[in-house]
């Protein structure tokens, strides 16, 4: 194995002229690549540990294409297993996606010592990535930009392009954090309530009442064996969060002349973290997302899930710094760049970490409503033994079924269910304001009237509606502006835009305690694909009966979340399912063949929360009541 650096000189020149190519050059526009993968040792935290490259570089290098012809891309693979390069976001044949065990003639990916030659036309612009389809590599650096030039003039100017890609590293072994999340879901989160928080907010109550709650809170929370600070799986613990591979401590420069209009490509290549963005002192234009121009919106920050992408453009006037803070969204840590006029400007000190969330029992008792039929969707199959309610252990953390049961939404799912009003995906109550804060004493119905909180029962306990599946509460100040979902509406109304054919339910599932990620149930290796026909407009209603957020990635096919604007809702390569809600999510089957469809939280993948869809031309029946025979997870996944 060769060496690519030495923590803060070989790494920081290599990363420092990535950074400089990225942001200032304009290379030809060439349609052909020839892309080595091997494995060299990098230095991030102090110790040298094994990378995987691509031609030598850490992250991989920028490829620029351009709209409206075809590309040539030869992969050639020098390391000691198969591994593989998907091309996230873009719209092309099956054979030439890059997932091994989904497209044609790649069922091992690229072999040791072997080439794939990539060959696909380019048909849409934008900003994209490519990263390795498995665990090991991706983690380990296998991840680059993808900038597509469009034909036509874009409908804003911009004097400056830089690329900011954030993302994650650890110096464990991907496969032993993996095997530490197995053994204890918890085991990276340093972040958990104790008894001296505990002691702090009985003393800070301000009635007997209050201290009563916290005391039941806490018991809530012991009862289901989870922590509400259970934010995300994989944390600061073991991640330093990068920005085109500098770490926080010595941020990339992009620079720029003040006044100048500066177009910063957003894309999040972290396998588990999501990032909150912000630039203090600048105003934020966002001008695309996925890759699609939408009509402009400006913000103080956005939240970007794993694998979305944002353009936005930014005007720094002064003569001065400005940070591009990327906050982890448990506020474990920083991924950081900086805008500047110059490379010699001294780097100024990170700011304090906003308070971490705090997940609520409100948050908790979220629910999706009846099940299957009774909602008005078929399910795709029958739910299989191990799935969790989330009245009885949560999805996200307690008690799997006992053997040979089927899951059933009676009891306090049922009795919930039935106080959920309307249609179950796409209204819900605002941002809870008690997350980040001490626990409250439950409302009563009066204390709701209003809110779009659910009434009290006839126990006295509030039932609370179902969170807003749009919105993130990023702890923002008053009054900043936050990106959202409803504020994607593309440039020009979507010429395809139809009422959908079909509708299908896919509930995202788990086992926290034993670290299992499923859908409607079913981890990969036991589940039936999931069957469209080639021409329809299929919804599928994504119910998210975990605690965790989950950014859902279709292969080769657009994506539409059903925000209530019709033909102007946006498409999306990745559409992000916040806890305990639903969204309706248009698919538009354009696109022959075997795809993969998965959470984009690597380890949940891995862990079970990928299906095959299925293209077909007849279009075979979706819903099955047999149980699907054992599949294998493609080369490179472990299960």
Request: charged fraction near 25%; aromatic fraction near 8%.
């Amino acid at each position: 194995m060769s060496r690519v650096s030495g923590f803060g000189t070989a790494l920081r020149r290599l990363s420092l002229a990535w950074a400089v190519l990225v942001a200032l050059a304009a290379p030809a526009l060439a349609q052909r690549y020839d892309l080595t993968l091997e494995e060299r040792v990098v230095n991030i935290n102090g110790t040298d540990r094994p990378a995987v490259t691509v031609n030598g570089q850490f992250p991989g290098p920028l490829i620029r294409l351009r709209e409206g012809e075809e590309t040539v891309i030869r992969v050639t693979n020098r390391m000691d297993r198969e591994s593989s390069i998907h091309w996230h976001g873009l719209i092309l044949p099956a054979a030439m996606d890059g997932a091994p065990g989904f497209s044609p003639g790649f069922s091992q990916g690229v072999g040791p010592g072997e080439t794939f030659e990539y060959r696909f036309p380019v048909r849409q612009s934008g900003t994209y990535w490519y990263h390795a389809h498995n665990l090991d590599h991706e983690q380990r650096g296998l991840y680059a930009p993808i900038v597509i030039e469009p034909r036509a003039p874009e409908p804003f100017r911009y004097g400056r392009d830089h690329v900011v890609q954030l993302s994650e590293w650890t110096d464990e072994r991907p496969a032993q954090v993996l095997r530490n999340l197995k053994r204890d879901p918890g085991y990276y989160n340093w972040n958990r309530r104790t008894l001296v928080d505990l002691l702090r907010d009985l003393g800070q109550a301000p009635s007997g009442e209050a201290r009563r709650a916290i005391i039941r809170d806490r018991l809530d929370w012991a009862e289901m064996r989870m922590d509400p600070t259970d934010i995300a799986d994989i944390t600061g613990a073991t991640y330093r969060y990068l920005v085109n591979g500098f770490r926080p401590e010595t941020p990339a420069t992009l620079l720029f002349r003040p006044g100048e209009r500066v177009r910063l490509r957003l894309i999040n290549s972290g396998a588990m973290t999501y990032f909150d963005v912000r630039i203090p002192g600048l105003k934020m234009t966002v001008v695309q997302a996925d890759g699609n121009n939408i009509q402009p919106v400006v913000v103080d920050e956005l939240r970007v899930a794993v694998a979305e992408t944002y353009d936005v453009i930014v005007e720094p006037r002064e003569d001065r710094q400005y940070q591009i803070l990327a906050e982890t969204m448990d506020r474990t840590g920083w991924a950081r760049a900086r805008l500047a006029p110059r490379m010699d400007v001294p780097v100024e000190s990170l700011p304090p970490h906003r308070p971490r969330p705090v997940l609520t029992m409100a948050d908790m008792y979220m629910t999706p409503g009846p099940t299957g039929l009774d909602r008005g969707t078929p399910r795709p199959e029958h739910d299989q033994p191990g799935h969790v309610w989330p009245s009885s252990g949560m999805s996200h953390g307690a008690h799997a079924m006992p053997a040979g049961e089927t899951a059933s939404p009676g009891g306090h799912a049922e009795h919930l269910a039935a106080q959920s009003a309307g249609h179950p995906g796409h209204r819900g109550a605002p941002d809870n304001p008690h997350v980040g804060h001490t626990p409250v004493p439950r409302p009563t119905a009066a204390d709701h009237a209003g809110t779009g909180h659910g009434a009290a029962d006839a126990h006295g306990a509030a039932s609370p509606a179902m969170g807003d599946p749009i919105r993130h509460d990023t702890g923002a100040p008053p009054g900043a502006r936050v990106l959202s979902y409803r504020d994607l509406r593309p440039l020009r109304a979507d010429p395809e835009w139809r009422p959908y054919d079909r509708i299908i339910e896919v509930r995202l599932t788990g086992n926290m305690e034993r670290y299992i990620w499923s859908m409607n149930g079913n981890e990969f290796w036991r589940a039936q694909p999931i069957v469209a026909r080639l021409g329809e407009r299929l919804r599928i209603r994504f119910i998210n009966e975990t605690m965790m957020n989950h950014p859902m990635h279709l292969h080769g096919m657009w994506m539409v979340p059903d925000l209530g604007n019709g033909a102007f809702n946006p498409r999306k390569h990745v559409v992000n399912i916040k806890p305990g809600t639903s969204l309706d999510v248009d698919v538009i089957v354009d696109a022959e063949g075997d795809w993969a469809f998965h959470c984009h939280l690597l380890y949940h993948m891995e862990s079970g929360m990928m299906r095959i869809f299925r293209v077909t031309r007849d279009g075979a029946p979706v819903a099955s009541a047999q149980q699907p025979m054992p599949v294998a997870m493609p080369a490179g996944h472990r299960h």
